[in-house]
């Protein structure tokens, strides 16, 4: 059933990437809603999912934009690694460790995505606009971490891949 559950987080994380616009005063940033699930499955479950959710997510970032593919496959399970590593010190529901993870794996990718990418030539970006844009997906991905955490958790409960909230009492 977790199976089913990412691919279903997948394919909605990829079609709401693909529709929300780039942000052109961040550079072009685009919302990093694919690496928050891998970021999700870093915290919540065990390594193997959090791998196959990098594979899956980066292969479809990589063929909804104009990056070689297996780019972005390398960059999340690297940002999913770092995130894994650190999951003991970080409760479940931390909105501010959420945020910051977020902001800093977005950053990180987005930066280690245009090292490779320029190493093969396969961009000419000047490094301002990439900063930019580094800067940008660091913004967007803090922002938006916590909110994906909250839908995948939310999918999981209403799917019965998670118990659900029990009604608190009242005095």
Same mark, same amino acid.
């Given at each position: 059933? %977790?199976?089913?559950? @990412?691919?279903?987080?997948?394919l @909605? ?15 072009g ?6 690496? %928050? ?10 390594? /193997?999912? @959090? ?6 997510? /980066?292969?479809?970032? $990589? ?7 297996g ?17 003991? $010190?970080v409760v479940? $529901?931390?909105?501010?460790?959420? @945020? ?8 990180? %990718?987005?930066?280690?995505?245009y090292?490779?990418?320029l190493?093969? $030539? ?13 800067? /940008? ?7 938006? %971490? ?26």
């Open positions: 059933m %977790t199976l089913l559950v @990412m691919m279903l987080a997948l @909605m994380g990829a079609a709401f990437q693909a529709l929300l616009p780039g942000w052109t005063w961040l550079g940033a685009q919302p990093p809603i694919l690496l %928050t699930l891998v970021l999700f499955y870093a915290f919540a479950h065990r390594r /193997g999912w @959090m791998l196959c959710c990098a594979l899956v997510a /980066g292969l479809l970032q $990589d063929a909804l934009g104009q990056v070689p593919l780019f972005s496959c390398f960059c999340f399970g690297l940002a999913g690694l770092a995130a894994q590593r650190y999951r003991e $010190d479940e $529901d931390a909105f501010l460790a959420q @945020m910051v993870f977020g902001g800093l794996a977005a950053g990180a %990718t987005t930066g280690l995505l090292v490779l990418l190493h093969t $030539d396969a961009i000419t970006v000047p490094p301002a606009l990439a900063l930019r844009k580094i800067f /940008g997906t660091a913004l967007l991905g803090a922002l938006l %971490t916590p909110l994906a955490f909250r839908a995948v958790i939310s999918l999981e409960r209403q799917l019965g891949e998670r118990p659900a909230l029990k009604p608190e009492h009242g005095p």
